[in-house]
């Protein structure tokens, strides 16, 4: 298969070819068809010559010169005029016999018509002439006209005219072929650059664009046709990759949420397979009548244990409810402040033996939100905050409003959280360390996935940092811009 040829290449061609055709029909016109044109228009002229005489003759010698002057200086026309007897006027001497002049033919009607034509006739060997002859009437006489011209003088007009001709061939084929390379540049800049820029395109390179002021319109709308298409092509891309990339956090969250499930129904069960197997031992031995056991130590331990079971799954239920959107929280004006000291007072019984501290009457913030749901959110704070301060150990709850939210930090003493833990301690079921836990009361580990919960369902956010000598737990509310 040949290989292909650019635009440049074919437009330089197509160029040479034109003024080829341009040259050969130049060369053709000039060797066969010129003397026949030349001759044909001779003719015409003599024609045209003949009736402008007859319309404006008149006999007078200066008024026939003024008359004729113009075709026999212009045209080199010769002019014989004869009234039958003798000679009227004549572009040479009165002897109408010189070399130059043609033999006078019979006065006759039948040689001399009213509608002349010219006709070429042989002249002194292989010379010729175009002679014309014709008759009209006037002054109640016939006038009988002679006009002719040397072939001689058309065939040199016919030489001066092919070798201005050629001055003209060549001037054109020289401003031809500047023009076919400056036009075929001007073509081939403008598609070279397009097919740069498909080839960009096509390697998933949506940044280049073509010229669209090219001076040929054509070029023009095809370069706005790649940079629109490019636009498009880029725009199409991005929001696939946009689309690829939301599917692929989708995925993952997918994986998590499994991953989560998988884990949850783990914990779930090892947080119940230990209290069962206590109340099914505890229980197998009361029944059997084990000697030697304490009855009602035995009955409080199955009455804890099954107290545990109901709050575990109380607690489970109460998650899954807010995780499913199936709790209803009403979001009515409420006080922060108050709140914290509401919550506080109420859980005084559980933090007598620690050193606690409430945001004072001064510290107000007002959001909106459900009481019951944030009070369960700030207990759970302080009930985690409790089970991680050593004895005597300093709780702090404070109130602070900073960009537009409300802010309650409860800040407990204690060990710091490893830093590459602190993310998930709002997993359900996690737990950092079990020896953290001072208490001897056991924990699910649903507290702080809970507040998390609620949290978000009132559009906060919740946050843990470590301290110097503690860690810091606090959610954020928006606060009520109508108060």
């Not at 007078?60 to 002057?69: C, V």
């Not at 959280?417 to 997993?427: M, N, S, T």
Request: negative net charge; glycine residues 6%.
């Amino acid at each position: 298969m040949s290989r292909p040829h650019s635009i440049r290449t074919r437009l330089l061609a197509f160029t040479a070819l034109l003024l080829l055709l341009v040259a050969a029909g130049q060369l053709v016109f000039g060797l066969f068809l010129a003397r026949p044109y030349f001759l044909r228009s001779k003719k015409a002229e003599m024609e045209d010559f003949f009736t402008y005489l007859r319309s404006n003759y008149s006999d007078n010698t200066q008024q026939l010169y003024e008359l004729l002057r113009p075709g026999e200086d212009g045209d080199n026309i010769r002019v014989l005029i004869h009234d039958g007897r003798r000679v009227v006027y004549t572009s040479r001497p009165m002897d109408i016999n010189v070399p130059d002049a043609p033999p006078l033919p019979a006065l006759s009607d039948q040689t001399f018509s009213t509608e002349p034509e010219a006709v070429e006739l042989p002249f002194r060997g292989e010379e010729s002439m175009l002679c014309l002859t014709g008759r009209f009437s006037y002054g109640g006489g016939e006038r009988y006209v002679v006009l002719w011209v040397m072939v001689e003088s058309v065939e040199s007009s016919i030489a001066l005219f092919n070798r201005f001709s050629l001055l003209i061939l060549a001037f054109v084929l020289a401003v031809g072929a500047a023009a076919g390379i400056l036009l075929a540049r001007s073509i081939a800049r403008p598609i070279r650059e397009i097919r740069t820029v498909s080839r960009q395109v096509a390697d998933l390179d949506f940044t280049a664009r073509a010229d669209e002021s090219s001076s040929i319109r054509e070029l023009a709308e095809l370069a706005g046709s790649v940079n629109r298409m490019a636009g498009h092509l880029s725009a199409a891309v991005e929001e696939l990759r946009l689309a690829n990339a939301a599917l692929q956090r989708d995925v993952d969250r997918q994986k998590q949420l499994d991953q989560m499930r998988r884990e949850f129904v783990a914990n779930v069960s090892h947080e119940m397979k230990t209290p069962l197997c206590l109340l099914q031992m505890y229980a197998e031995n009361l029944k059997n009548g084990v000697p030697g056991i304490d009855r009602e130590e035995y009955c409080d331990i199955i009455v804890d244990e099954v107290q545990r079971l109901n709050q575990m799954v109380g607690s489970m239920l109460e998650l899954s409810s807010i995780e499913n959107g199936l709790a209803s929280m009403r979001q009515v004006p409420l006080e922060l402040g108050a709140l914290c000291r509401d919550t506080l007072a109420r859980m005084a019984p559980v933090l007598a033996e620690y050193q606690v501290e409430g945001p004072g009457p001064e510290q107000t913030a007002c959001v909106l939100g459900d009481a019951q749901y944030l009070e369960m959110a700030l207990s759970n704070y302080l009930s985690n905050a409790a089970a991680h301060t050593p004895q005597s150990g300093r709780i702090a709850v404070t109130l602070a409003c900073m960009d537009g939210f409300g802010q309650v930090t409860v800040f407990n003493q204690g060990q710091p959280i490893p830093e590459d833990r602190l993310g998930r301690v709002w997993d359900s079921f996690y737990k950092v360390d079990e020896a953290r836990t001072r208490t001897e009361q056991m924990h699910a580990g649903l507290g702080l996935s809970i507040v998390k919960n609620i949290i978000q369902h009132h559009r906060g956010s919740c946050a843990v940092e470590n301290r110097t000598d503690g860690v810091a737990f606090s959610f954020r509310l928006p606060l009520d811009e109508t108060t």
